[in-house]
């Protein structure tokens, strides 16, 4: 079994995201941290790029989507965006969080974290 991850952390996005009126109207800082499975043998012994996961091309295209995204609810972002990543890119499993600082006042952030897939 191989337990090989490629991870990207605090990944500033923004977006429409909330339930109420003045959140539909305004883009809202995200920040979102994801963990994907990958098995880094081959692209280590080659030292070619496109035998991993290009975490370049991956932070970008999570940015493109959810500047593009309209969701009232982080869970329908974060299932969303858990699809995307494993359809395009091809991941097995990945753990993914986003975080909504500034939602609540007297919290310094809030957010939720899923797991899709199975894990090598």
């Not at 109207?25 to 994907?36: A, K, S």
């Amino acid at each position: 079994m191989n337990g090989d991850t490629v991870f990207i952390k605090g990944l500033k996005t923004e977006g429409v995201i909330g339930v109420f009126d003045w959140e539909r109207e305004i883009r809202q800082p995200l920040y979102i941290d994801v963990t994907m499975a990958t098995d880094i043998r081959l692209a280590a012994a080659s030292d070619d790029l496109t035998h991993t996961l290009d975490y370049k091309a991956i932070t970008d295209r999570i940015t493109q989507f959810v500047a593009a995204s309209a969701f009232q609810l982080i869970e329908t972002l974060a299932e969303r965006l858990a699809e995307l990543l494993q359809k395009e890119f091809a991941v097995q499993w990945l753990q993914l969080a986003i975080h909504k600082p500034g939602a609540i006042a007297a919290a310094s952030d809030i957010g939720i974290q899923i797991e899709r897939g199975e894990k090598p």
